[in-house]
């Protein structure tokens, strides 16, 4: 079992559609990040957590350290958000060490 | 203010060869950190480096190794090469690990 977990693998959404992107994780973290990779390989960080609930835009992200879950949510979806969304945790007993889940592709139609 | 910068863009090599790549933090960046992408694989932590120590290491042999500089600019260096290490290296720089962190736009290599 890998240590970070996403599903689903594949969403694919309809424009204006809500989305979440669910990420759980079996190690000890100091943060985690979402990030967001465009096809061409760029690779953009939309957010760090450590607790509660971040938001930025149409972007929401939350974080359940008790649960080790969080979730990101893209509410109004459009085309642009069609990206693969990647889930990486910062570990805690190792400062710097990061891994990663294997990404959510999602594609938003018009 | 300028991003993390990665050199080259594109590189192609033959097995058994060695390859340097490089990183330039964002200013004020000590935090460095270099990853793998691969089509299989997803992307996999390699080493990350802070004031020009090694904090921690990814699952790699050694045929992968790295450094850091003064001023903060890392390489990574990879002998031997195998087609295996055909990827998509990325580096990503922050203040330090408690920071979110900044990707540069990677270097392709490719191994034939």
């Known amino acids: 079992k890998n240590e970070v977990e996403q599903s689903p693998q594949n969403l694919t959404a309809q424009e204006g559609e809500f989305i979440t992107i669910n990420c759980s994780y079996s190690?000890?973290?100091?943060?985690l990040h979402w990030l967001q990779q465009h096809p061409g390989g760029g690779i953009v960080s939309l957010f760090m957590l450590s607790s509660g609930k971040k938001k930025h835009g149409r972007l929401i992200a939350t974080i359940n350290i008790q649960e080790k879950h969080s979730s990101l949510h893209i509410t109004a979806s459009h085309p642009r958000d069609s990206a693969v969304y990647i889930c990486a945790v910062s570990h805690n007993t190792n400062a710097g060490k990061s891994t990663f889940g294997d990404g959510t592709t999602l594609t938003v139609k018009p | 203010k300028a991003g993390v910068t990665q050199t080259p863009r594109y590189l192609i090599k033959t097995r058994g060869q060695q390859v340097t790549l490089s990183c330039s933090p964002i200013s004020g960046h000590r935090s460095v950190s270099w990853y793998q992408q691969t089509p299989g694989q997803g992307l996999q932590f390699l080493f990350e480096?802070?004031?020009?120590?090694?904090?921690n290491k990814g699952n790699f042999p050694g045929r992968f190794s790295g450094r850091q500089f003064s001023n903060s600019r890392s390489e990574m260096n990879v002998s031997t090469l195998e087609l295996g290490d055909s990827a998509l290296y990325l580096c990503?720089?922050?203040?330090?690990?408690?920071?979110?962190?900044?990707f540069g736009s990677g270097t392709r290599l490719t191994v034939v």
């Open positions: 190690v000890g973290i100091s943060a």
């Open positions: 480096y802070f004031s020009e120590t090694q904090r």
């Open positions: 990503a720089s922050s203040r330090d690990s408690n920071y979110g962190y900044t």
